[in-house]
């Protein structure tokens, strides 16, 4: 792939077990370290801690950090398919594009959370049919963008989240202009050799995509990650440009994150 693309540097504060007032705190205290990107995710409940502990929700917040924050893209890290018309949430996105001048990432996935499906009451179903359903709301987004008046104030940049050989990689190669996934190394290098399968055959440029791995920080296990230099390193060397440290509440600690902003530094310099 090519090595042109800079290194860029996300974070995804997890909007759970905190009050909405240091979530605030937490997207300004990033936009000021550096960051590229800051992200949510779209869920009801929070994913690791106390289950039934504080938690808000995804795309009201968004509009909230578009006024809050003046240059660092915004974005859900992912979006669950499953929770919204896409003709709604195309509107929706593009509502929050012009609200932020032109600073959405619009982050999507099929969903898999079984928690948030029950107690809202959307159907589960398998996770191959909830594939499908992606497949089919994404040109129903494309189309609406192209319907809607105003316009989105540019492109908005779809970004894919998953693994799936079969489906979700030929997705990203149709629809993608980033690929978000959890990858070491060597799972890293298999999924891109088959992203590349689907892109030839779909009659595009892997380079186009924008390679995205999450990193540092704690993920769902709850687990500590290693330094940037030893788990961006062999990342950066096959390809990912994007990088991005999860925190939660309710103190959203920046120490892990920085570390990796002053390693995009060094990397970009």
Request: aromatic share 8%; glycine share 12%; with cysteine.
């Given at each position: ?12 504060l ?65 979006t ?55 497949a ?58 088959v ?12 380079n ?29 060397d ?32």
């Open positions: 792939m090519t090595l042109s693309r800079p290194v860029r540097i996300g974070v995804q997890q909007p759970q077990h905190a009050p909405y007032s240091a979530i605030r705190d937490a997207v300004r205290r990033a936009e000021d370290l550096g960051v590229d990107v800051a992200f949510n995710w779209d869920h009801f409940y929070p994913l690791y801690g106390e289950p039934e502990g504080m938690h808000f929700e995804c795309w009201t917040m968004l509009s909230a950090w578009a006024e809050q924050t003046s240059r660092v893209e915004i974005g859900a890290l992912v669950c398919n499953s929770y919204r018309n896409p003709d709604l949430l195309a509107d929706m996105a593009r509502t929050v594009d012009h609200i932020s001048d032109g600073r959405l990432i619009l982050g999507i996935g099929s969903g898999w959370f079984e928690k948030d499906y029950e107690s809202y009451g959307f159907e589960f179903g398998t996770a191959g049919g909830r594939l499908d359903d992606l089919n709301a994404l040109p129903r987004i494309e189309a609406r963008f192209e319907a809607l008046n105003p316009a989105p104030t540019r492109k908005i940049p779809v970004l894919i989240g998953g693994g799936g050989e079969k489906k979700t990689l030929r997705l990203v190669a149709q629809h993608a202009d980033i690929w978000h996934t959890f990858a070491d190394p060597e799972v890293l290098s298999h999924k891109l050799e992203l590349r399968g689907h892109c030839d055959s779909v009659g595009r440029d892997l186009d995509i924008e390679v995205s791995v999450g990193v540092g920080g704690r993920g769902r296990d709850g687990g500590q990650a290693g330094e940037p230099e030893e788990e961006g390193s062999p990342l950066l096959l390809g990912a440009r994007l990088f991005t440290v999860g925190t939660g509440g309710p103190d959203y600690d920046m120490s892990v994150l920085e570390k990796w902003i002053a390693w995009r530094d060094r990397v970009n310099s």
